[in-house]
């Protein structure tokens, strides 16, 4: 038994920090040669603050490298270049937009701060990988972080700090700072199913009806998915947020899924997401008028308060970039509403072309593969789980902000991770992947070796013990 | 949980599958139907941005694209405005017409056969530039023609064309009033749509042009088809007698609203044959009334639509108005299309085929603008080839209407069109406009040397600031189409 078991667990992950220092290069590449690319394109020459603003980039990535063969020496080597390449290249493409937003007369230095909300995200990437040093001690904050993530999502709804922007009531301003709550909340709701699903996972999936080939789970069990149904419904209705209500809802689709191996649960969830939508097609006008424009966007075009305007502008954008995209500087971006926060895939799609975007959809995809990966090799229930939630958190979220942009979906706001501008976006996401790099640190970290005296004792367990005869 | 883990990473592989296929949908299938929607302001702005061709007229630019230092960084200028703003159109912020529309895929480089001029200019880093398109026309007939109708008043409504006979080239083509391009390719784009409000409701509809958009009735200009048909038919020769008369009563008709007469013209007495020149010189309506007749509604129709009647042949502008012969008629109303009424209308620049086919031995020509495109290193990437339209009628009979017309210019009612020492074939025509208190049409035909034509010219006056009772195709046409021809033969 220890034989095979050991020969099967005999595989060694390596470090692969070598490889990681290398990608490492190739995503400051592409994060300075896009910066530098900018200046060409829209001022004529490379910018003059090129060395500084290359040196701080390089210096960030570098120090999170450092910590990470510090701290944690087996994590995955692919995740954090991927993160930085699309760091990178987001803060270039918010500069370029900056630069006619500038030439607009309407200023805002969104770059200048998108890299300071850079710099606070990997300081809180590398407190999360010190203060964390096993992923499981996350599980004892399983309904802290619930209670936390529900009281972050009803802080929009208060009156003086919750402010609504362009119909969504999903922003918290307090003094100087604005804040979407909802960006941290899907962190703490991964913790939180996680650590409910592992422990609830027997009794969610031992009892069931068969219908028609389907496991469905009793009656009682749906409770927590009704419940979850309710809170993505109450943010869809009240904060008129179809994208983070999509997102949850999904989110915990997939876990509950995972964690009980019952395929019902997403045939329930999926009927309940579609009665739900119809619902909300019905009851509320803004969800009627959302799908509508995506049917016919042309259409509403010019008319009607131009509610279409953002997202043909959008396609006129990706469509006149083609291929190769007209070069940064050469296309006019700027036209579409919100291109640097919501709407920057299609900025990138315009200048950069469809072969950037296929890019960065590849990365996207990349950081998704890897925390699957890490949640198959992971060791235990919580780690997988986890791992599950957070890269299912970013295929769905990256699913339904590039599918909007690109009309494949009716359109919902929700920011593209770490390309978008925007503080809260960007330090949780910063923070998901320092809690995947902790996962996958321990997942490849080779077992502990306690075979030779597990092997004595269990084999002195084994023997017979002769208590002598009774009498 | 690994089982499930895999499913769930099947699931997002078709998430991001399908984000890819929609993006290469979006940005490669969909994008030329994007581009070409009239309402992406991109498109516009970026070959409003760029360095247009210029459009040619002999080596000398009627559009061309000057460096300007704002935002759009070139301003489409004119330098010739009002003499081509007809074939030129404008290139605005908003819309384009004439050349600037109809071959804008050259002017600003789109054009596929331009593609090693755009490859090499993306590898060297230089903007896309325009090819240029050369026009047919003839400097200096068209100024004559500019010339002769303006000379006639400020309110002049007309038009002139010019063709060669033996191509179809354009040699001129002025339509008044006019209008000033310049004004609509401004920068200024709330300048550009008031000129553009107030040119469009202008009732004298300057924006029209109406050598190819304006049908009139072509009155006795018209005759010259009708003894085309005659003749062609084997009814008789320019040496024969046809039926004359002060009067005529036409088929199915009382009275005097089917009488008709030649306004005291010498046409002999009812009943009598007159020589054909006769005929011809004095513009007996008599006579081409009852030479209809005899032809028949069937050839009279295949002999207009020979020369282009009820069809589309011109695409360089656009749209092109197409001339009616009517069909379906009583015996009554094609006599009055003998002598070019009832429903008869034509366009200037068909006036013009008619007079360029009867020049060119009967075969009509199919007219054009565009001699020549040039990519931007004035590379030649297209020169239009001479088309023939069709064979409307035979070699001879051509050359019995240009005796017919000859003899009208040298003693009949064409003679301000005489050229000295060169024979000019001619034809008048007063069209009545259909209401007394309107003005009638004056209209003129002619091509030269009659022997050799080297140009065929339609001239048309719509309206202008002369007494009612001088109208006459005759006096007001003839010159301008003398001063034309002159500037094409000398």
């Known amino acids: 038994m220890s034989q095979t078991s050991s020969s099967l667990m005999g595989f060694v992950h390596r470090r692969r920090r070598g490889a990681e220092l290398f990608l490492l290069v190739l995503a400051l590449t592409v994060g300075i040669g896009a910066y530098a690319a900018v200046g060409i394109g829209v001022e004529g020459k490379v910018p003059a603050d090129i060395v500084g603003y290359g040196g701080w980039l390089a210096a960030l990535v570098i120090a999170a490298h450092v910590v990470i063969r510090f701290v944690a020496p087996y994590a995955d080597p692919v995740l954090l270049p991927v993160v930085a390449a699309l760091n990178g290249l987001g803060l270039a493409v918010i500069h370029r937009l900056d630069l006619a937003k500038e030439a607009a007369g309407d200023f805002h230095g969104y770059a200048q701060q998108q890299l300071t909300w850079m710099t606070l995200g990997l300081a809180l990437f590398v407190a999360a990988l010190l203060a964390l040093r096993d992923h499981r001690n996350l599980q004892r904050f399983t309904y802290t972080s619930g209670l936390a993530a529900i009281v972050l999502l009803l802080l929009p709804m208060l009156p003086g700090i919750g402010k609504s922007v362009y119909g969504a009531r999903i922003w918290i301003h307090v003094g100087p700072f604005n804040f979407q709550p909802g960006e941290v909340a899907k962190v703490l709701l991964v913790i939180t199913f996680a650590g409910y699903l592992v422990l609830h996972r027997d009794a969610l999936a031992l009892a069931g009806r068969r219908v028609a080939f389907v496991d469905l789970p009793r009656g009682r069990d749906l409770g927590p998915i009704l419940a979850m149904w309710l809170v993505s419904l109450g943010i869809l209705v009240f904060q008129r947020d179809l994208g983070s209500s999509l997102l949850f809802f999904g989110l915990f689709l997939v876990m509950l899924y995972v964690a009980t191996e019952r395929p019902g649960w997403l045939i329930v969830g999926a009927l309940m997401f579609a009665g739900g939508a119809t619902a909300a097609y019905y009851l509320f006008p803004h969800v009627t008028e959302r799908f509508d424009i995506w049917l016919h966007p042309f259409d509403y075009y010019g008319k009607n308060g131009d509610q279409a305007f953002q997202p043909v502008e959008a396609q006129f954008g990706m469509g006149w970039g083609g291929l190769i995209g007209r070069g940064f500087g050469d296309g006019d971006p700027n036209r579409v509403p919100f291109a640097e926060s919501d709407f920057i895939i299609a900025a990138i799609g315009e200048e950069l072309g469809l072969t950037a975007v296929i890019a960065v959809i590849l990365l996207y995809g990349l950081i998704v593969e890897r925390a699957l990966r890490t949640a198959l090799i992971c060791r235990d229930g919580f780690g997988k789980l986890v791992s599950v939630g957070l890269g299912s958190i970013f295929a769905l979220q990256v699913f339904v902000v590039v599918g909007g942009v690109t009309s494949l979906i009716p359109l919902t706001g929700l920011t593209t991770p770490f390309l978008s501008y925007g503080g809260s976006s960007l330090i949780a996401n910063w923070v998901i992947v320092a809690i995947l790099l902790r996962i996958s640190d321990q997942a490849r970290r080779p077992a502990p070796q306690l075979s030779d005296d597990t092997t004595a004792i269990s084999d002195d367990a084994t023997q017979v013990v002769r208590l002598g005869r009774l009498p | 949980m690994n089982k499930p883990i895999r499913t769930i990473s099947i699931f997002c592989l078709l998430l991001f599958l399908a984000l890819m296929l929609n993006a290469t949908y979006l940005q490669y299938w969909k994008a030329g139907e994007l581009n070409d929607d009239p309402q992406n302001r991109r498109v516009l702005v970026a070959s409003y941005s760029r360095e247009r061709g210029a459009i040619l007229v002999g080596n000398k630019p009627v559009a061309q694209s000057v460096e300007s230092d704002d935002e759009y960084k070139f301003q489409r200028t004119y330098p010739k405005p009002m003499i081509y703003a007809p074939l030129t159109g404008w290139f605005s912020y908003y819309s384009a017409t004439g050349i600037e529309q109809t071959r804008n895929d050259v002017l600003s480089g789109d054009d596929s056969r331009l593609f090693v001029t755009k490859l090499v200019d993306l590898l060297s880093n230089d903007p896309t530039k325009g090819g240029n398109v050369k026009l047919t026309i003839d400097p200096a007939a068209q100024e004559a023609a500019y010339r002769g109708l303006s000379a006639l008043g400020p309110r002049t409504q007309g038009s002139v064309v010019a063709l060669e006979p033996n191509t179809g080239k354009i040699l001129a083509m002025v339509s008044l009033p006019t209008y000033d391009p310049n004004k609509l390719a401004s920068h200024d784009l709330g300048s550009v749509?008031?000129?553009?409000?107030?040119?469009?409701?202008?009732?004298?509809?300057?924006?029209?042009?109406?050598?190819?958009?304006?049908?009139?009735?072509?009155?006795?200009t018209f005759k010259v088809v009708t003894a085309a048909a005659a003749i062609d038919k084997g009814l008789y020769t320019a040496g024969d007698d046809v039926p004359g008369g002060v009067t005529y009563q036409l088929p199915l008709t009382r009275g005097s609203t089917g009488l008709i007469d030649n306004e005291g013209r010498s046409c002999g007495a009812n009943g009598s044959k007159i020589p054909f020149t006769q005929a011809m010189e004095q513009s007996c309506n008599t006579t081409f009334a009852q030479l209809a007749g005899q032809v028949g509604a069937e050839d009279m129709a295949k002999t207009a639509e020979g020369f282009?009647?009820?069809?589309?042949?011109?695409?360089?502008?656009?749209?092109?108005?197409?001339?009616?012969?009517?069909?379906?008629?009583?015996?009554?109303?094609?006599?009055?299309?003998?002598?070019?009424?009832?429903?008869?209308?034509?366009?200037?620049?068909?006036?013009?085929?008619?007079?360029?086919?009867?020049?060119?031995?009967?075969?009509?020509?199919?007219?054009?603008l565009v001699d020549e495109e040039q990519s931007a290193d004035l590379d030649v990437i297209q020169k239009t080839d001479p088309q023939e339209l069709s064979q409307a009628v035979s070699a001879s009979t051509a050359s019995e209407v240009t005796k017919l017309m000859v003899s009208?210019?040298?003693?009949?009612?064409?003679?301000?069109?005489?050229?000295?020492?060169?024979?000019?074939?001619?034809?008048?025509?007063?069209?009545?406009?259909?209401?007394?208190?309107?003005?009638?049409?004056?209209?003129?035909?002619?091509?030269?040397?009659?022997?050799?034509?080297?140009?065929?010219?339609a001239v048309m006056i719509q309206n202008a600031d002369i007494p009612r009772s001088e109208i006459a195709g005759g006096m007001l046409g003839g010159p301008i189409a003398k001063a034309v021809m002159e500037a094409v033969i000398k």
Not at chain 2, 202 to 211: F, I, K, M
């Open chain 2, 193 to 220: 749509q008031d000129t553009f409000d107030r040119l469009d409701g202008d009732p004298t509809q300057p924006l029209l042009n109406r050598a190819i958009q304006t049908r009139l009735p072509p009155g006795s």
């Open chain 2, 308 to 368: 282009g009647f009820n069809s589309h042949y011109f695409d360089d502008l656009t749209p092109q108005a197409e001339s009616v012969f009517p069909t379906d008629i009583d015996e009554a109303q094609l006599g009055q299309t003998g002598f070019g009424q009832f429903d008869v209308s034509a366009t200037p620049l068909q006036m013009a085929m008619v007079a360029a086919g009867l020049a060119n031995g009967g075969s009509v020509m199919r007219p054009y």
């Open chain 2, 408 to 457: 009208t210019v040298d003693n009949g009612t064409a003679s301000p069109a005489a050229i000295p020492g060169i024979a000019v074939a001619g034809k008048t025509g007063t069209a009545q406009a259909g209401q007394t208190d309107r003005s009638p049409y004056a209209w003129f035909i002619s091509f030269a040397p009659a022997e050799n034509p080297r140009v065929a010219v």
